[in-house]
């Protein structure tokens, strides 16, 4: 025992000494941007206004990037959710940023004597409030190619929001994954891809992923033979992560839990593998399978349609007992409504109703089926909690279409690309090319399965994403080595790979470290890591300190997707983690809240109805106008859509960037926490004196 604990000395010893330089720490806020995504504007009452929309980030009906189709980032409707201030204990908190030096390549990754530098921001506990053994809590952004701005709103409601049991006395800290923010950013600078004025728009396309790999390999200075792409890989971001913790845990006994979202799971677990002694707590939510491949247990991005039908399936049979969807399908459910209307829709083809009419026209050609564009659109509410409810709305309005149902469909569709098409400056922060570096290396199935397998997959599901395009990407990324890649024909091949060699991580069952534990969340409607897979993990792991709490009607990221009846208090999932945080393990784990979970329902209220579809009755009524495109500005980026005209073809194939990546915040749930704080905030520092501990400033945002 004793020579163990020597050894985890010298090994972190070795993390600090590798970690040393420190640009930093400056007082920095703890929101990046000062103007988010356009979201939401309330009345002096709390009600919205009729400009009021979710914010959801990047997609378009007709969009074929395999990117924009996985891990969407998830929204928190603005009509049906709360908006949490800091509390007293947070009312001025020190947030804190700094950039710290890296090498390039980790010992054992790769050999170059080059150094990087990546970022990082913390919250500092509250004076007075910090325990005697100090805790630190890091949350950790999916993707990959994410940066952390959207965790940021996390931290907030994590670190002092009511029903969180950190109260100020937890150091919160996130960073931005190597390759991404401000974090040496992979970006196709040279290469000029990703401007606006490129000929893709700024999209890496299967056009133009050649000279994007050339690009990066070329600033990386590799020889063609992969080796320096292992310095942008899972393990190189978590030895970076480990090594940061090392540095940083100066204090005795100090505890670190580590928390990751979606991708975000598979990079603590990565973390695992490398077993840091001062980490003692891990949190995995929105599970990613890290093993289990050849009995279809590891998550690929390549069973995306399979997967996402299977949950697509399982949401809609919910509609037969409810009260407001069930009367509705009465005499054929759901699923075999959408099934008969996608038989119908395609046999009258493109222009048979004028339902199927705007469809075609929204996407892209007339030789997409309509049923195609219903699909992509449906798997991408799916994935949307807020508004997933509009499913059966748009299935029984299409399958009628009388005119009233032609408007009202127009009219979210219209208001839908509205909202996506608004511009986001933390989109610049997202890197294409790491998403696909990962994605290509570690999140796919090899051998490559055919793209029209894929395709197929697509069609025979009710609801999904088609992701075949990623085939293409792929075979381009590996230079065509695999069978599936002999049909893919682009116009020019890259001079170099893409696709950096797996390690002796990969794809390996986990033995929980010592002295530690790990905590798995997951909802049982998440399409984008389906629960099956959260299951796998557990089973998987090499140890007992291990626990699963799944989430009945949760889509992807429970720390926010699970509201609770209890009013002004933090979503279920996120009052777990901070207990699992403040308790250290899993004895004294408090899953109270799981008891005042929010049931299910399929209800809509009227202040969304008329905001997406300009009508209080969303199933019969008539819609009082036409919702009008939105008109990008002269300073909007060149993406956003104008009308609901689809983008050219170099669009469409891929926007890597923004819905492509996992997240589970975006920018109107940031919109609400931060904005409401910075209203407050002078108030707040004012009146803190005459607050207690336990008190909080929680407003709510009524319907």
């Known amino acids: 025992m004793k020579w163990m604990l020597v050894a985890a000395a010298l090994a972190c010893l070795h993390d600090t000494i590798s970690a040393r330089k420190i640009n930093g720490w400056y007082p920095c806020n703890l929101r990046t941007f000062a103007t988010p995504a356009p979201a939401t504007t309330t009345s002096s009452t709390g009600q919205a206004t009729d400009d009021e929309s979710p914010t959801i980030r990047g997609w378009r009906l007709n969009d074929q990037d395999p990117a924009n189709a996985i891990f969407r980032s998830l929204i928190v409707n603005p009509a049906t959710d709360m908006s949490i201030t800091l509390g007293a204990a947070a009312a001025a908190p020190t947030t804190e940023c700094a950039e710290i030096t890296m090498p390039l390549c980790h010992e054992g990754i790769c050999e170059s004597n080059a150094t990087i530098t990546v970022f990082v921001k913390r919250m500092r506990a509250a004076p007075g409030r910090n325990t005697t053994a100090a805790k630190s809590l890091w949350v950790l952004q999916g993707g990959p190619g994410a940066s952390s701005v959207n965790m940021e709103g996390i931290m907030a409601a994590l670190y002092d929001a009511p029903g969180s049991y950190l109260g100020g006395s937890v150091d919160v800290y996130t960073m931005d994954h190597r390759g991404t923010g401000r974090s040496s950013r992979l970006s196709c600078v040279a290469s000029q891809v990703e401007t606006s004025g490129s000929p893709t728009k700024g999209h890496v396309t299967s056009q133009s ?4 790999i050339q690009d990066v390999n070329m600033q990386l200075g ?5 080796n320096l792409l292992k310095a942008y890989s899972t393990t190189s971001a978590a030895t970076d992560l480990s090594k940061i913790i090392s540095l940083l845990n100066t204090t005795p006994n100090a505890h670190t839990t580590v928390y990751g979202v979606s991708y975000g799971t598979y990079l603590v677990q990565r973390l695992m593998q490398l077993a840091n002694p ?3 707590g891990y949190v995995l939510d929105g599970v990613v399978s890290q093993s289990g491949s050849q009995s279809g247990e590891k998550l690929s991005f390549a069973d995306w349609a399979v997967n996402m039908d299977e949950i697509g399936t399982a949401f809609m049979a919910l509609c037969a007992k409810d009260a407001t969807c069930g009367p509705k399908f009465a005499t054929s459910s759901l699923q075999e409504t959408l099934k008969a209307l996608y038989t119908s829709m395609d046999s009258k083809g493109p222009k048979g109703t004028k339902c199927s009419s705007f469809l075609t026209s929204v996407g892209g050609s007339s030789l997409t089926p309509p049923s195609y564009t219903l699909r992509q659109l449906l798997g991408h509410l799916l994935q949307v ?12 309005r299409l399958s009628r279409c009388n005119p009233n149902d032609a408007t009202a469909v127009a009219n979210f569709v219209t208001a839908y690309l509205n909202i996506i098409g608004a511009p986001n400056e933390s989109d610049a922060y997202d890197s294409s090319m790491l998403y696909n570096l990962v994605a290509l290396s570690e999140l796919f199935t090899y051998p490559a399965p055919s793209r029209p397998s894929l395709r197929a997959s697509f069609a025979g599901s009710l609801i999904a994403s088609d992701t075949s395009s990623l085939v293409t990407m792929y075979c381009l990324a590996s230079n065509g080595k695999d069978a599936a890649c002999a049909s893919e024909k ?7 790979q893409f696709i950096y060699p797996t390690d002796k991580y990969f794809d390996v069952a ?5 002295g530690t534990s790990v905590l798995l969340l997951s909802g049982l409607l998440d399409p984008q890591t389906p629960p099956k897979f959260a299951r796998y993990q557990l089973a998987s792991f090499v140890g007992t300190a291990k626990r699963l709490i799944e989430f009945p009607t949760s ?4 720390i926010l997707n699970t509201p609770v009846t209890v009013q002004n208090k933090v979503p279920c999932g996120a009052s777990i983690v901070s207990s699992f945080v403040m308790a250290g393990g899993l004895d004294k784990l408090d899953t109270t809240c799981l008891e005042y979970l929010t049931p299910n329902s399929f209800a809509i209220t009227t202040a969304l109805g008329q905001r997406l ?3 209080d009755d969303v199933y019969e009524g008539t819609p009082r106008k036409a919702i009008v495109p939105r008109t990008p500005s002269d300073n909007a980026a060149s993406d956003v859509p104008a009308s609901t005209k689809p983008p050219s073809e170099s669009q469409v194939n891929s926007s890597w960037r923004s819905l492509a990546i996992a997240a589970v915040v975006v920018a109107a749930v940031i919109f609400l926490v931060m904005v409401v704080v910075v209203m407050r905030l002078r108030r707040q520092v004012r009146e803190a004196k005459d607050l207690s501990a336990a008190e909080y400033i929680v407003d709510p945002v009524d319907p």
């Open 278 to 280: 001062n980490v003692k």
């Open 222 to 226: 590799d020889d063609a033979d992969v």
């Open 385 to 396: 909690q807020s508004i997933r409810n509009f499913i059966p709305v748009l299935v029984y």
């Open 209 to 212: 992923f050649p000279d994007c």
């Open 555 to 558: 889509a992807h990221g429970t």
């Open 613 to 615: 579809m300009a009508t």
């Open 490 to 496: 682009p116009s020019t091949k890259p001079g170099f």
């Open 510 to 514: 986990i033995a929980i470290p010592n």
